[in-house]
């Protein structure tokens, strides 16, 4: 890449990354100028909701997201009722016929101020099997932002299990806080 040519606007796409090709857990790091963490969270919450999460801060009450110098919000998907009939019982082969609203899903959702960058980070702690659906709406949010003259950079999506253990978006870091169950 020669000094002419401008950077990207905005980190690769899921299908581009390694973890696009496989239906698994993933994360999507982004580093935003740290006057955009408000509207990069906010419209990363818009997506979540359009996928059909909803805010679960239940899921935060025993965390301590001061202890990674973070800020945290937790999304899922599904029900009690759902996860036992369909999770416990093999009955999740029959999830395509019941709909996809029926699988459990939890998302992590962190951001930490990095000298004038702001690293938010979308992470799928539960439910690899709307991978593909949260983030086709994450990767319409970073567009949107894009669009609207945004800087975004940051790795983008790669797998969750490759996040730094430092954050509460990494699977044993949410477990070991309870938001992962």
């Given at each position: 890449m020669d000094a002419a040519t401008p950077p990207?606007?905005?980190?690769?796409?899921?299908e581009d990354g390694p973890a696009g090709r496989w239906k698994i857990?993933?994360?999507?790091?982004?580093?935003?100028?740290?006057e955009a963490q408000g509207t990069t969270v906010d419209a990363v919450s818009a997506a979540l909701?359009?996928?059909?999460?909803?805010?679960?801060p239940e899921r935060t009450?025993?965390?301590?997201?001061?202890?990674?110098?973070?800020?945290?919000?937790v999304w899922e998907r599904g029900d009690v009722v759902s996860e036992a009939l369909l999770d416990n019982t093999g009955l999740s082969l029959f999830t395509t016929r019941i709909g996809p609203f029926s699988l459990k899903a939890v998302v992590v959702v962190t951001a930490r101020v990095e000298r004038e960058e702001c690293r938010v980070i979308v992470s799928m702690v539960v439910g690899s099997q709307l991978a593909d659906?949260?983030?086709?709406?994450?990767?319409?949010?970073?567009?949107g932002l894009a669009a609207k003259g945004a800087r975004i950079e940051g790795p983008g999506w790669m797998r969750v299990a490759d996040l730094p253990r430092d954050t509460?978006?990494?699977?044993?870091?949410?477990?070991?806080?309870?938001?992962?169950?």
């Open positions: 990207p606007a905005r980190p690769p796409r899921a857990a993933r994360a999507c790091v982004l580093h935003v100028a740290r909701a359009r996928a059909h999460l909803r805010p679960a009450s025993s965390a301590d997201p001061g202890a990674t110098g973070e800020s945290l919000w659906e949260i983030s086709r709406e994450v990767d319409a949010a970073i567009d509460m978006a990494h699977p044993k870091t949410a477990r070991e806080h309870g938001i992962r169950a």
